[in-house]
């Protein structure tokens, strides 16, 4: 049998688009000679539709989009893809709710359906809120042109991961394994599965597709069957898939791979030659795929919510410079804009830097000074409410660059890109309606240290033609990359105040991420945090405490692209309104 996985990017709502390229992939892969074509995890509406799945007329669209996409698209080769259904079969009635499910066609007759068993409901996941868990297992024939009859198992994304790749494995304790009730037939001499398949709508988190793969692996070895599994690839509001469809053998052996972040069909013969190939999960950094991650994720954020171009605010630090690097390779640098608002207390290296950046870069540079400006506010506050000093003069500065970004948002239509990292929003090291003005946070959940890691990888890569940026560097030092040195090396600092530094207002960043991933994402306790680590009691609980009173601010952030298993979002709910306090009893 010859299986064609299609790695494709849907936008969540434009079901005649996603249909399209359902329909255009269903072509190629009959062109290839395809028996069986699996698309992704609801690949019809799009992953997440959240509450679109109650807006009136949505599900009977996607019905009536599934029936001709099935009835025109299907003949020659089966073909599988996702969509969401009614419980009743009727897409108007939703009284008995609805069904994550996979729709099977062939030669333009509905050969089977099958609805996801395991719902996710952690993390970013909420499918409970919106799905009817299915009760049955479900293995359809799939006939090829030159051999026989194979037996092919439907599941989807959670009936093989069970929460395993993110921890959640607790939840199914009590659940039936829909794998194994795929398979089980065949080991009592009977019809059940020889291949399991299992679209996606898996998001990308940094180290997961390692986890993912082992799942696969394991799965195979167990039952002895083929598995395949092709995700969705793209971005959708905070969430980015990476795609990287797999197909395992029954020993083990990964014997198809799609590439990560791109479209692609992926063609392999079943059983056909076993030579286990190269893994591009596994040859590829975490550096590369944070970067190729966040580029994607800039690049669709602002495709589907209509921006072509893009304005970002350059200190001539560290992570505005790494924002423009990724908004330059994902919009094209024609289509960027950088801007600098010197202040009373900008260094001269930080406007010279943030200077070559753009020319290398070949982005536009725009100056504009906020001294006039500040002056002149301080000076108005000062004759009505008195002086403005301390953080309110220094938020002042960086909500006049707020208003300053905004204003040229508003007058060329670009969207402006908020250049704060993981650490300063986790601790309120960022002004509201100043620098966290903007339509998306591309580095919300990139703590400092990883920004340093990306920047230096940014740098080694070479000029093209083996540029993994996909930038062509313009400058004399193209070999250098396109980040200043002087960028990388200086202290980090704000500059809204004389000899102002990160890390004398935060302590070392090292100490501060360590405190921070272990504050949100491993959700430990202060007193675990400084028994396990040695750090001073005064320091965690004076970052944990910051984290806490920060809540109101990161609900008031533009969204953020997620990278990590537990990014500020809709992965993380913490109420603004609340009183535990477990740093308050600590010594120190």
């Not at 898996?202 to 995700?231: C, E, T, Y």
């Not at 900008?346 to 950046?357: F, Q, V, Y």
């Not at 060329?412 to 704060?420: E, I, P, Q, R, Y």
């Amino acid at each position: 049998m010859r299986l064609a996985l299609a790695q494709i990017n849907p936008t969540v709502g434009d079901i005649d688009a996603n249909a399209a390229l359902i329909a255009a992939a269903a072509a190629l892969a009959r062109g290839a000679g395809a028996d069986l074509l699996v698309c992704p995890e609801l690949g019809l509406s799009g992953y997440p539709p959240m509450d679109l799945l109650w807006q009136e007329g949505f599900l009977g669209d996607c019905v009536a989009a599934a029936k001709t996409l099935g009835e025109q698209h299907s003949a020659g080769l089966t073909l599988v893809f996702g969509v969401p259904l009614a419980v009743s079969g009727d897409g108007n009635d939703l009284s008995r709710g609805i069904h994550n499910s996979l729709l099977a066609y062939r030669d333009g007759k509905m050969v089977a359906y099958y609805d996801k068993r395991l719902l996710p409901t952690y993390d970013v996941f909420d499918e409970n809120r919106y799905f009817v868990p299915g009760n049955r297992a479900v293995v359809i024939d799939v006939p090829s042109r030159d051999g026989p009859t194979m037996r092919v198992g439907l599941s989807i994304c959670e009936d093989l991961w069970k929460g395993e790749d993110a921890g959640f494995a607790h939840r199914y304790i009590d659940c039936a394994d829909p794998v194994a009730e795929l398979v089980g037939a065949q080991k009592d001499g009977g019809t059940g599965a020889q291949v399991i398949i299992n679209p996606s709508a898996s998001p990308f988190v940094l180290g997961k597709g390692r986890r993912h793969r082992d799942i696969l692996r394991r799965h195979a070895m167990r039952h002895g069957v083929f598995v395949a599994g092709v995700n969705q690839v793209g971005g959708n509001d905070e969430l980015i898939f990476d795609g990287h469809g797999a197909v395992f053998a029954p020993g083990g052996e990964l014997i198809g791979a799609a590439p990560g972040f791109e479209e692609h069909l992926l063609v392999v013969d079943l059983p056909g030659d076993r030579t286990p190939i190269a893994d591009p999960v596994l040859d590829t950094t975490d550096e590369e795929s944070l970067y190729r991650a966040l580029v994607l994720g800039v690049r669709d954020y602002c495709r589907k919510t209509g921006f072509a171009s893009a304005i970002i605010g350059l200190s001539g630090g560290i992570d505005s410079a790494v924002v423009a690097v990724i908004a330059a390779a994902a919009l094209g640098p024609a289509n960027i804009t950088g801007v600098s608002m010197p202040g009373p207390y900008s260094s001269e290296g930080s406007k010279t830097d943030a200077a070559e950046l753009a020319a290398r870069l070949g982005i536009r540079m725009l100056t504009v000074p906020i001294g006039a400006g500040f002056e002149a506010l301080t000076a108005t506050l000062r004759a009505g409410s008195g002086p403005v000093t301390g953080i309110a003069e220094e938020n002042l500065q960086s909500r006049l660059r707020g208003t300053t970004l905004m204003a040229i948002s508003n007058q060329s239509g670009a969207m402006v890109l908020t250049t704060g990292n993981k650490s300063e929003l986790a601790v309120g090291y960022c002004t509201l309606y100043g620098d966290m003005n903007g339509g998306l946070a591309v580095l919300s959940d990139v703590t400092k240290l990883w920004v340093y890691r990306l920047a230096r990888w940014i740098n080694a890569n070479p000029p093209p033609p083996k540029n993994k940026l996909g930038l062509t560097i313009r400058a004399a030092g193209a070999t250098l990359g396109p980040i200043p040195q002087a960028t990388i090396t200086k202290p980090p600092s704000a500059e809204l105040r004389p000899g102002q530094t990160d890390e004398a207002s935060l302590g070392p960043y090292a100490q501060l991420d360590e405190i921070i991933e272990r504050t949100v994402e491993k959700r430990q306790s202060p007193e675990r945090i400084v028994r396990e680590t040695g750090f001073d009691a005064a320091a965690v609980k004076k970052i944990v405490r910051l984290i806490d009173l920060s809540e109101y601010k990161r609900k008031q952030a533009a969204i953020g692209l997620k990278v990590t298993g537990v990014a500020f979002g809709a992965g993380r709910r913490f109420p603004n309104a609340q009183r535990y306090r477990p740093w308050e009893g600590m010594v120190g």
